[in-house]
């Protein structure tokens, strides 16, 4: 029974983060038909901070521009954020990783050592460093979040790759005269990835949550481009009198990384085959 109630759990996870993750992503790719007004030039100070209704469905911010438009729109920005960033990180944790699993020696010892120092650092201190060297932009937030969060991925794909390089078709590889590196990247990573793919679902919700406190904090995306974090920021001084300026952009934010999120559980239930 309590395996039926586990995978049943995994599954409605990954049934409901699949969903909100979709129509997030539909949201971005088709944002010049969803979005009913321009999300920066249509700007109308007669109708500035204009309660929801017919004509704004999700009212309009001091501007006079569309709330539900800029919200679409933003979804551009979190999402390729969300998905370079990880990629960046993704690229380099595993690198390191397979490298450090399989030739061990000192080369393990130096890659945990700096695993270990990246992780001593809060990312987001890591993340906030890099942006006051860099400055604000939305291509040094690529770069910022890259960095920053690769030694979860290294430390998984190391721990899997010291378990999968002792099994009898990586030795059948050895003994058959493959190289290291086709090994490495050619029989251990494809049985592997399972739990690399995980990882790099929960880092999107994580660099998607970021980069709106960055742009929150002015050092991301920089008006007039809408950005979650952005709009929130922007609706500080407003939230009493126009709670919705601040109140969409944020249900945004929840409903994309709660996706992501259930994603990656609902993922991870499924490839444990201690649930199965």
């Known amino acids: 029974m309590a395996f039926s109630k586990a995978a049943l759990k995994g599954k409605s996870n990954l049934i409901i983060g699949a969903v909100l993750t979709a129509l997030v ?21 007669m109708v500035s901070e204009e309660a929801p209704s017919a004509d704004y469905l999700c009212g309009t911010d001091s501007q006079g521009r569309d709330v539900l438009s800029r919200v679409i729109y933003g979804s551009r920005i979190s999402l390729s954020v969300g998905l370079v960033s990880q990629l960046i990180n993704t ?9 450090a699993g399989y030739f061990g020696s000192w080369w393990d010892d130096f890659i945990m050592g700096l695993t270990n120092i990246m992780l001593s650092i809060p990312s987001m201190i890591f993340a906030l460093a890099i942006m006051a060297l860099l ?9 910022a979040l890259g960095l920053t969060n690769w030694s979860f991925t290294c430390r998984i794909t190391r ?17 058959l005269g493959y190289g290291k590196w086709r090994i490495m990247f050619g029989q251990i990573l494809p049985n592997v990835v399972g739990p690399i793919l995980v990882i790099a679902t929960l880092g999107i919700a ?22 979650w974090g952005g709009m929130l920021s922007n609706a500080r001084e407003e939230f009493f009198t126009a709670p919705w300026i601040s ?25 444990d085959p201690h649930k199965h």
């Open 91 to 99: 690229l380099i944790g595993v690198l390191l990783g397979v490298t």
């Open 159 to 175: 721990s899997q790759v010291l378990s999968a390089k002792r099994i009898e078709y990586v030795r059948a590889a050895e003994a």
């Open 25 to 45: 992503i539909g949201m971005a790719v088709f944002a010049p038909l969803l979005a009913p007004y321009h999300p920066v030039n249509d700007a109308d100070l």
């Open 206 to 227: 994580y660099a998607i949550l970021t980069e709106a406190s960055l742009s929150f904090l002015g050092l991301g995306t920089q008006p007039p481009t809408p950005s």
């Open 135 to 143: 400055g604000p932009g939305l291509v040094n937030v690529y770069i």
């Open 247 to 271: 109140i969409f952009p944020g249900l945004a934010i929840f409903a994309t990384v709660l996706g992501f999120n259930l994603l990656g559980d609902g993922m991870r239930d499924l490839l």
